[in-house]
């Protein structure tokens, strides 16, 4: 869970410590969970855009019977991005996806760097209506895939 002070919800600052350190947190804790799993980073992060970067090494386990990372991976992925940035938002609660789409441009292969964005053009009452897009390292205006995705947040502790 992304545990958040009330000042880390009010500068640039505050994003990075908070999102650095729950990033963190899911790669040491000893209860491996999915998103613990993949193993994203940090990228960057801009508090005034309202959209975050991460960054994931792909490995052999996400991979399908075709050798590329599974679109499934590639969808959570996804959604862990545009939701981790929800939930910094809404002031760290749950946010649970509503609905998704996936868009897959092209095969991601294993064994590559894989940057996640996603961006947050409406932050409603209880909903967050969130964009994402996923490249190859080196390859920022060629996208794997892109998403499109709606999350609930009951518990707003902060209006954008």
Request: proline share 6%; charged share 20%.
């Amino acid at each position: 869970m992304i545990r958040l002070n009330k000042e880390d919800l009010t500068s640039q600052e505050g994003m990075e410590r908070a999102l650095k350190s729950y990033f963190d947190q899911l790669r040491a804790s000893p209860d491996i969970t999915f998103n613990g799993m993949l193993g994203a980073q940090l990228d960057s992060c801009d508090y005034a855009a309202r959209r975050v970067v991460l960054r994931v090494e792909t490995k052999p386990w996400m991979e399908n019977p075709s050798d590329v990372v599974h679109g499934g991976v590639a969808a959570a992925m996804l959604d862990m991005t545009m939701g981790t940035l929800c939930r910094y938002y809404t002031g760290g609660g749950m946010t649970p996806t509503v609905s998704m789409t996936v868009n897959y441009l092209r095969p991601t292969p294993v064994g590559r760097t894989i940057y996640l964005q996603a961006d947050l053009p409406k932050l409603g009452s209880t909903l967050c209506h969130t964009t994402g897009k996923a490249w190859v390292e080196g390859e920022p205006d060629a996208p794997v895939c892109t998403a499109t995705a709606s999350y609930f947040s009951a518990h707003r502790e902060k209006q954008t």
